[in-house]
């Protein structure tokens, strides 16, 4: 018995460090995650970090993220600490996703790329952002854009300009090319995007990903910076149709929301709509 104890203790640090081991980030996908998360290979801390470590030793050379939510590796830390209470629920449970500057998300500031906005912080997450965080995203931080989604060449006076991690001489398109650019070079599963003429779909042309252009009025775009009441509309870009379609299930579960009427015209059977399926 005693040294069948002293074996177990032994082999005990290789056991854990085997449980933890190192995630590759690149061409993750949310089934790929939860299947190392939910089968003990790794941890959601562990996840969060790989993430923000690609995001450390690349972003120089595509200029994508305009800055990173300090407090990823605390939510990671509590997703952790639900999953070992068997409380890991949500269809993003620990998915590390970036949002577009111009998304209202606590602690960071909503500038739109604009440098006169970068100490412009939100009172409360925009209605898609809380949809994310119930759904257990881990937001890592917020992307470049063309200032103020304004045009699509994806430079702005506080983020300078993002380039198309594939060739840096050609564009990422825009305005949503950080997050383009930020989910081609694997630093999120998926990013979300707004499209008011061709914003979603053409960063995700120029950089080999999914993308869509919901119908108007089926995602609200409360605290979200407008452009055009009458042609804005919120969505991802992603790696894999499956994860698009994931974030459009979770995007498109707020329903009708009193700040964006335009939510009003979309039937009540279509909110329980699984995009997967």
């Known amino acids: 018995m005693h040294n069948f104890t002293l074996l177990a203790l032994t082999l005990l640090p290789a056991i854990c460090r085997a449980q933890t081991s190192p995630i590759d980030v690149r061409d993750a996908t949310i089934s790929s995650l939860h299947t190392s998360l939910f089968s003990g290979l790794t941890t959601c801390r562990g996840i969060v970090s790989a993430f923000l470590a690609r995001i450390e030793r690349f972003d120089s050379h595509v200029n994508a993220i305009i800055t990173l939510n300090p407090d990823a590796l605390s939510i990671a830390d509590s997703l952790d600490d639900s999953l070992s209470q068997g409380n890991a629920t949500g269809l993003l449970f620990c998915i590390p996703i970036l949002l577009k500057d111009n998304y209202d998300a606590l602690p960071m500031p909503t500038t739109g790329g604009c440098l006169a906005l970068n100490s412009s912080t939100p009172t409360q997450d925009g209605p898609i952002v809380s949809a994310f965080r119930r759904a257990g995203a881990v937001i890592l931080g917020k992307t470049n854009l063309h200032e103020l989604a304004l045009e699509g060449l994806s430079v702005s006076s506080l983020g300078g300009q993002t380039v198309n991690p ?69 969505g991802a870009i992603g790696r894999c149709l499956m994860d698009i379609a994931t974030a459009l299930t979770v995007m498109s579960s707020v329903g009708y929301d009193p700040a964006d009427n335009a939510t009003s015209a979309i039937p009540p059977s279509i909110l329980s709509t699984d995009y997967t399926t």
């Open 166 to 234: 594939y060739d840096f001489s050609r564009t990422p398109g825009g305005s949503s090319g950080g997050t383009g650019a930020a989910v081609a070079s694997s630093f999120a599963v998926f990013g979300t995007g707004t499209d008011t003429v061709n914003s979603l779909r053409s960063p995700a042309s120029a950089n080999n990903l999914f993308s869509f252009r919901p119908t108007r009025g089926l995602i609200s775009r409360a605290g979200v910076i407008p452009v055009s009441y009458t042609q804005d509309t919120l």
